[in-house]
């Protein structure tokens, strides 16, 4: 299989005005900018763009916003897993109605299905679409962890061709190519550097919310160029921005940048709070040392 997709694919903020309501205008200057500043490709509605605090039409509208901003200017995969089958088999068809390319799908995060069940539940899932799946490894927060024997199983799906391997541990993406070949197509998630260097084509990437001329660069330096010492020091300037958008902050701390950097996003939505104010020192250091604030503006 050709990759369809491939680069550094920014996994977006939802914007929400001042009270709280999702902003198309917002949003569509967000996208335009991700553009402009040379991201590969975008993925809203995913755990960064807070879909399960977005409402069934509110997620159509995003996405909607997203596809029509970006114009096929760069490929859109919109997240659309949920606990059950029949709700993701839904949110698919909402993505090839609004004209995205395909989707991002976590497995079931409540019910900790078994592998029998996860190979049925893809396997209905790719049966009702002809957009290709990404499905997205990450334990962390899906309580199941697609191990690549489970991942190798899966790739014999029709239709799931892609996966985010969102684990701290890159041997996943080595194994993952051995054991699925050419049926399976790997992004990193949390490690982009590490991953391309063991053999991923793809990054999705929260930090690139904010960096995406560099997150981008960081992919073409390494995968593309093979200028590793170049990409080293790339990733390396970037590194505090990639750590502090890491863990519990993802949402909060990606939001309080675009703010300082005049992309108003607004807040995240309840039950998560506002980047408390005890963490904007590190945020502010992260900035000056990633070249996205001077010290005399803050």
Not at 93 to 116: H, K
Not at 158 to 169: N, R
Not at 193 to 218: H, I, K, M, T, Y
Not at 274 to 283: A, K, Q, T
């Amino acid at each position: 299989m050709t990759a369809k997709f491939r680069g550094t694919y920014s996994v977006m903020v939802t914007a929400y005005d001042d009270a709280g309501a999702f902003d198309p205008g917002a949003m569509a200057r967000y996208t335009d900018w991700q553009i402009t500043e040379g991201i590969h490709g975008l993925m809203p509605l995913g755990s960064t763009g807070e879909f399960l605090s977005l409402t069934t039409k509110e997620r159509e509208a995003v996405a909607r916003c997203v596809v029509d901003t970006t114009a096929g200017r760069v490929p859109v995969l919109i997240g659309a897993g949920a606990e059950r089958t029949e709700d993701v088999i839904e949110n698919c068809r909402m993505a090839e109605d609004v004209g995205a390319q395909g989707m991002l799908i976590i497995p079931p995060f409540y019910s900790t299905p078994t592998e029998d069940e996860l190979y049925r539940h893809y396997e209905r899932i790719a049966a009702s679409t002809r957009l290709p799946i990404m499905i997205y490894n990450n334990p962390a927060t899906a309580n199941v962890d697609l191990t690549p024997p489970i991942v190798a199983r899966l790739s014999e799906i029709d239709g799931v061709d892609y996966i985010k391997e969102s684990t701290m541990d890159v041997t996943r993406v080595r194994d993952i190519i051995d054991m699925c070949g050419d049926r399976m197509t790997v992004f990193g998630g949390i490690m982009g550097f590490e991953s391309f260097v063991n053999g991923a084509v793809g990054w999705v990437a929260v930090a690139s919310n904010v960096l995406p001329r560099q997150c981008a660069d960081l992919f073409t330096l390494t995968a593309d160029k093979q200028d590793y010492d170049a990409a080293r020091a790339l990733y390396h300037e970037i590194l505090p921005m990639i750590r502090l958008v890491g863990g519990h902050r993802y949402v909060s701390a990606t939001k309080a940048a675009l703010k300082l950097m005049g992309m108003d996003t607004g807040n995240p939505r309840a039950p998560r709070l506002p980047l408390p104010p005890e963490d904007m020192p590190e945020l502010l250091r992260a900035m000056r040392a990633t070249g996205l604030m001077q010290e005399e503006r803050v």
